[in-house]
């Protein structure tokens, strides 16, 4: 095995080892193993360390053994953020989940890449082989063990497991990793591999001709899920989200880590500068990061380039071709896309902010693409309005020849090289290739939500070329009916009415788009959480701003809105988005009187004040009393509240894990510009548990009864009386 340098490019394989507190012999055995296991192969070992307890320790293993040491802090125990924190990083063709009890035979995982390079179209799992418990010392401090005596006392390990896969690092990344909703125990790993089958991979077993992993004995996780619920809790969770979610991409948010983008968001244009920016803000403002948008300018004689160019972001790009017509532009699209989907967007629409990450969730891996609602609107006064769409099938097409509309398609690139854009219409092109894709047995999925809304001006081509977009339309229609029996025809038409594809809530849901419309008829309000990241983004902040406290409890909820601006743009939006500002955008209340702020209310400034240095300071220490005296306010008259305060605000250790019978601790973090305060506290039920709470907490700074502040002195010496200690 030939462990390369940091700075390489690209390996043979990366082995990701996740860990956490399994005990460091079983992870320097785990990483010894792979030396004979992959003779002449560049590796890459990535041992993902999840929040040890000993981290020092870990790190020091994996420096002398040439493994790369990955740390991420955490309470608990998450195999799937652990695994894709490492598969992000990862640098090879392939990538090997390894386990930290596990033994390679010499020469397996060579074997096992030879197999998959000549299967191109599968990912392995390997079969494993327990050892029994008397062998477990010998196995972990013997260098070269005697393989035929594992062999001998060895016991095929059950198949349910699929956890050791081998996979393309493309196809790993392309459908999100491990669905990271599962936590604690079971069922991430066969949720993988459903995915990984249901995009057309097939799965292939190994591990039983000489090519072994052996298993060192432990203590099997689901016997603890008879001693503690919260592990049968979790267990159920999983094995629920495994049979109810058929969705393949999982964990979409994420920023993209991919080499080539999930979804190219291809735009055709041609003269409509002053339309396009927002439509390209829009697909920028994606919660999918791992996404370009290409521009295909078909001869625009008007400053598009420009609009284009001024565009600071690298996941745009500009193509430009002579004038042949919006079908050559498309195809021109197809062939210049880098990601495995095209979302379709017209040059003066807009999408939604998850339009992608709803239909990515959609897709269940049968289907080569997904559809969705248009929610239309007047470019003059953002007055809106909906159709209902005939069901993307081909029973669903024979009656009016209609399908969804094409801002609002997601399908696999694949599909639009197969079925390309005819070139010899200028308008209805859409429609043609979705019904030559249906008659060829392409199948899609209604994801039945708004997912584009959709502009409506004097410009459009349903405006400038109607009776052409008509008989292109009409000429598909009879082409794709040809050869349809008349059974078949009147089936269709009588369920047709039964069959189309309604927005669900469009009710409820229409209001809660318009906060997407263009700037030009909407104000919008942004809620953010006070950061030095605001300085760097062009928005028109309120005077002391940063003295604003943003509260975060310990579960991530945002306590009240500490900052609100008014008249945020589509490319400040953009731009908040790019930088991982987290925050949340409503339509302007012109008629409010006042902004609620939680906790924590700015003083009121005038529009000549200027925010002092300490105000801040100020700000934030005032910001934590107040969040003690609510919780005190919430005592009863039997208990007692501690506030203690980690030396480290990112510390999550000094929170004492107390008893079923106490109250849980509860932290919020306190952060404005000043800097950032982690405040924990504790109701008590009687003096002998707030004895045992002060005793447990770090960094005491408060305690109280319902009515005073009891001081320390008085704490000690009630202890003593009652014979505890603390």
């Known amino acids: 095995m030939n462990i390369p340098t940091k700075d390489a490019d690209r390996v043979d394989v990366t082995v990701i080892i996740p860990f956490r507190n399994r005990g460091v012999s079983r992870l320097r055995r785990a990483i010894e193993s792979l030396a004979a296991a992959a003779p002449g192969l560049s590796v890459q070992v990535i041992v993902s360390d999840l929040g040890s307890d000993d981290p020092g320790t870990v790190r020091s293993v994996c420096e002398r053994s040439g493994a790369e040491w990955l740390r991420l802090e955490s309470d608990h125990w998450n195999k799937s953020v ?20 596990m033994i390679w035979t010499p020469g397996s995982l060579a074997a096992h890449l030879d197999q998959i390079k ?47 896969v081998l996979a393309p690092r493309s196809a790993l990344l392309r459908i999100g990793g491990l669905d990271e909703r599962m936590h604690t125990y ?18 292939e077993w190994v591990g039983h001709r000489g090519d072994e992993l052996f298993h060192i004995w432990h203590d099997r996780i689901p016997n603890m899920a008879a001693k503690d619920s919260r592990v049968a809790a979790a267990i159920k969770k999983n094995r629920d989200l495994y049979y109810s979610d058929d969705s393949v991409i999982r964990n979409v948010p994420t920023p993209g880590q991919t080499d080539e983008p999930l ?181 899609f999925r209604h994801c039945n939500q708004f997912v584009t809304l959709r502009r409506i001006h004097e410009k459009q081509v349903t405006m400038v070329d109607g009776q052409q977009q008509k008989l292109g339309a009409r000429l598909t229609h009879v082409w794709f009916q040809g050869g349809v029996v008349p059974q078949t025809m009147k089936h269709a038409q009588n369920n047709y009415s039964k069959t189309t594809e309604r927005p669900v809530d469009a009710v409820k849901t229409t209001p809660t788009m318009r906060p997407w419309l263009p700037d030009h008829l909407v104000t919008r309000t942004v809620q953010l959480r006070p950061s030095d990241m605001l300085k760097t983004i062009d928005l028109p902040l309120p005077h002391r701003a940063g003295s604003a406290v943003s509260i975060i409890s310990g579960t991530g909820e945002q306590v009240g809105s500490p900052l609100q601006v008014s008249g945020v743009t589509w490319p400040q939006l953009a731009a908040l988005r790019r930088k991982n500002v987290p925050h949340h955008v409503i339509e302007s209340d012109e008629e409010s009187s006042g902004i609620k702020r939680g906790l924590t209310v700015l003083p009121p400034t005038g529009e000549d004040e200027v925010e002092t240095g300490g105000e801040p300071l100020v700000a934030l220490s005032d910001a934590v009393e107040n969040l003690i005296q609510a919780e005190r306010d919430k005592l009863q008259p039997d208990e007692f509240l501690v506030c203690w305060e980690p030396a480290d605000p990112q510390d999550g250790v000094d929170e004492p894990e107390l008893s079923s019978s106490h109250r849980p601790a509860v932290s919020f973090s306190l952060s404005n510009s000043a800097g950032t305060r982690r405040i924990i506290l504790q109701r008590s039920a009687d003096f002998a548990d707030l004895v045992e709470t002060v005793g447990r907490a770090s960094g005491l700074i408060k305690a109280y009864s319902p009515t005073a502040k009891l001081h320390l002195p008085y704490i000690h010496r009630k202890a003593i009386e009652m014979g505890l200690t603390a």
């Not at 191109?120 to 013997?142: C, G, H, M, R």
């Not at 079971?186 to 799965?203: A, C, P």
């Not at 559809?371 to 609107?377: E, K, P, S």
Request: with cysteine; net charge negative; proline share 3%.
């Open 186 to 203: 079971g069922g991430e790993d066969l949720d993988l591999t459903k995915r990984l089958k249901r995009t057309g991979l097939r799965q």
């Open 263 to 443: 979804v190219s968001v291809v735009i055709a244009t041609r003269n409509r500068s002053a339309y396009l920016a927002e439509s390209i803000y829009s697909a920028l403002y994606q919660t999918v990061r791992s996404l370009e948008v290409l521009v295909i300018d078909d001869g625009s004689t008007d400053d598009t380039e420009a609009v284009v160019r001024q565009i600071e972001d690298p996941r745009v790009r500009y193509v430009h071709q002579d004038a042949t017509g919006v079908a050559a532009a498309r195809n021109r699209g197809t062939k210049e896309a880098r990601g495995f989907y095209i979302a379709v967007l017209d040059d003066d629409d807009l999408m939604r902010p998850d339009r992608l990450e709803i239909q990515l969730g959609c897709l269940d891996g049968a289907a080569q693409g997904c559809v969705g609602n248009l929610l239309h609107f007047y470019d003059s006064d953002g007055q809106m309005y909906y159709f209902s769409d005939a069901r993307p099938t081909t029973a669903g097409a024979l009656p009016t020849g209609g399908f969804a509309g094409h801002p609002g398609w997601l399908v696999e690139k694949s599909l639009l090289e197969q079925i390309p854009y005819d070139e010899s219409l200028s308008s209805a092109i859409d429609n043609n290739v979705a019904l030559r894709a249906l008659r060829s047995g392409f199948s």
């Open 82 to 101: 652990c695994i894709n924190r490492a598969l992000a990083v990862s640098r090879g063709e392939y990538v090997q989940v390894h386990d930290v009890d």
């Open 118 to 164: 000549a299967h191109p179209k599968s990912f392995i799992n390997s079969q494993v082989w327990d050892l029994p418990e008397d062998l477990t010392e010998y196995a972990l401090t013997t260098a070269e063990p005697d393989w035929a005596l594992f062999r001998e006392k060895s016991v095929s390990h059950s198949r349910w497991g699929h956890g050791l």
